[in-house]
């Protein structure tokens, strides 16, 4: 059975930090390319940021430079370090299997002060 796992979302003052995890199981995790996406309140899902089996990496301009996507494939396991965060950054963050259409359930992030 396929399961993706989110966690460490929560409220976060602008500026602050957050990292974000996603347990995977049911299927051989270290070969698959995986994502982060968020959907804020009335707008569409985007892709925040890939990483490759191999932990080649991918941003979209608005988190460049502030995000960090990371793997431990020991651990099945995939990351999303959230430094510099922006109100505009409040959202459900899901990590996919992107090749699968495999989806966790979403945490959330709430950016206010």
């Known amino acids: 059975q396929v399961q993706l796992v989110e966690s460490g979302g929560g409220l976060v003052q602008p500026g602050g930090s957050l990292r974000l995890s996603c347990a995977a199981s049911g299927f051989w995790f270290s070969i698959y390319a995986m994502g982060w996406y968020r959907q804020a309140p009335g707008k569409q899902r985007e892709l925040v940021a890939t990483?490759?089996?191999?932990?080649?990496?991918t941003y979209t301009d608005s988190v460049k430079g502030r995000f960090t996507i990371s793997r431990d494939n020991a651990k099945n396991t995939v990351y999303l370090q959230m430094n510099s965060l922006k109100p505009e950054d409040t959202a459900v963050y899901y990590c996919?299997?992107?090749?699968?259409?495999?989806w966790g359930q979403g945490t959330h992030v709430t950016v206010s002060s």
């Open positions: 990483i490759t089996g191999s932990s080649t990496t």
């Open positions: 996919a299997n992107i090749a699968r259409d495999y």
